[in-house]
């Protein structure tokens, strides 16, 4: 039997705090932002009051490191679950203030009530979230925190809170208090894996024991164990990931930045943030996640993210020692991986790749794990200047069109990540890209697997919104109308069908019929209300109509027939539909599904 590789052990709540105090077990301020409700810091506090269990902390020893002068060193323990409970204690208990989810600072302050406590009864409001009323009432304790400092003194408090309330007796508060103060004297279950434990499986025990609280991910670790690492500038590290982060959300946030955080602002990193404050890109908002591995991929030429943890940790993977160099050697890498995901010039000539190949909102971008292979291709390109900067934006678009067609990065994408970015080093991104092009787009691709691709119902199947891209990158129109469909995108216009849904559920279509994609295209609604329910064999004749006499106001945009059949085929609608009803609809849709993937192709081979 293989020797246990974790301890079982108590520490009270007073030991726990003094450990974190000491910084034996890291748990920085901005590690996680505080994401429990002030009414679970009561309850937690009302739990360990009435005595009811309050579940197990878990944390991880850091492998022993060899240092330059061959000696052994051992890291802090790093916090991998229970962190919402400790930080609810600090700031409960401790009076420490706390980051909040907003990135505000200040404290959750719990109030105490002795008379509650004293009736005994199951049901008594013992504890509560401090309000103003609570800090006028005589009767109510306002901050649980004053009792617990070491300068609380029983002999002066106990005596004005009976003044204040004659009908507490003294003997009885004193006990009260006494029980309130043996809440730090709780033991809190600490399971201690052990520093011998393969990497891997620490990544997937934070994972699988995280996953019944608030997810996290395999990033989420990652940032917990660079937060950690104060002597190779983690901490500095991660506020910068999770900054960026925020910041691409929202703006407004740098401000509060140098408010809330006076001694990140004095870091290099606050002005390469700066043009974050006018940034208007709503396509791709990376998450911690994404700046982690974007950084890791086209810096240390590896995709996964318990390797990172395994390289930040000193790891040799050829002798499975730990040594300080790789440590230096991976903060060096990695720093300035993210100074590079983080870097304007970076990120918006990538985003001008993604947005001239059609894709100009969110709603088109299904697959972030694709976007953020190709943001590593744009950096890897940058870097290793293998083409011209003018092919850089070409070989960007098409990786990331192939990526999200395919499927490449869909099933375990970060398998997908290592075995791309190993080719990518052996022989470069173009020759790459051209050997996975020809194993996956053949003809029975083109011809046969995008167009069952098209039978699918969701308007966020990803050959669709390729196909969407694609009329976008070739400046098409909405149907009947000279609005492009851009702007239809943009503005948040309505795509609806070409067969109307209720003149198709009226002749007997069922929902997985009529809502397939190859039956859908932007309309203006003005004109789909105009449409209503009628066959296209009637509505697109009395249109057709309209535009030859430009009588009506609703098709003045299209000035000849020949406007009208360019429009049609803008949509990839064959003209044949003019004469066709629901009798064949099924032929309508085999021929439209072909016209779409025929326009994704040329699309393709034109980026």
Known sequence: MDKQKYNNYPLTISQILGLIEANDIAI???????????????????????????????????????LKNGQMSEGKKVLI?????????????????IVFSDYSEGRVKIAFDPFAALSGSPDAEIFAVQTP???????????????????????????????????????????????????????????ELDASLDIDIVTDIFIRINSKGTALSQGDFVMSKIAADEIHGGNALRKVIDYFSHLCKDGTFF??????????ATTEYINMLRWLKDDKETVYDPECDDVLRVAFMHKCKRAKLSDLVALLSGRDFETKEYKEEIVEQTYEEIKSGVKNVISEYNFTQFMLAIRSAGFISKKLVNSVMAIDFAYAVYLILQETKEVSVDEIKSLVQRWYVLSV??????????????????????????????SIEDASLSDNFWNIQLNQNLTFVSTINPTYQVFLAAQIFFKKHSLLSHIPISEMVNLGGDIHHIFPKKYLVDNGYEKNQYNQVANYAYLDTPINIKIGKKAPNEYLPEALAEVMKQSEVSFKS???????????????????????????YEEFLDMRRQRMTSLIREYYYSL
């Open 28 to 66: 920085p301020e901005i590690q996680r932002p505080f994401v429990w409700r002030k009414a679970q810091v009561r309850d937690l506090m009302d739990s360990l009051y009435k005595g009811y269990p309050t579940g197990y902390i878990i944390i991880w020893k850091n492998p022993a490191v060899k």
């Open 81 to 97: 679950d229970g962190q919402q409970r400790i930080t609810a204690l600090m700031t409960a208990i401790a009076g420490k203030s």
């Open 133 to 191: 009323a609570h800090i006028k009432s005589k009767r109510w304790i306002p901050d649980i925190a004053e009792i617990f400092n070491d300068k609380f003194n029983a002999f002066s408090f106990i005596p004005k809170y009976v003044a204040d309330n004659p009908d507490m007796n003294q003997y009885e508060l004193n006990k009260i208090i006494e029980g309130l103060r043996n809440l730090q004297h709780c033991n809190i279950g600490v399971i």
């Open 255 to 264: 401000n509060k930045i140098h408010e809330k955080d006076a001694a990140f």
């Open 405 to 434: 067609l395919t499927g490449r990065y869909s099933s375990s994408p970060e398998s997908a990540f290592a075995k791309d970015i190993r080719q990518i080093g052996e022989n470069g991104v173009k020759t790459t890209l051209k």
């Open 558 to 584: 299209i000035k000849s027939e020949e406007e009208f059949k360019k429009n049609l085929n803008d949509n990839c609608i064959p003209i044949e539909i003019l004469q066709m009803d629901y009798k064949r």
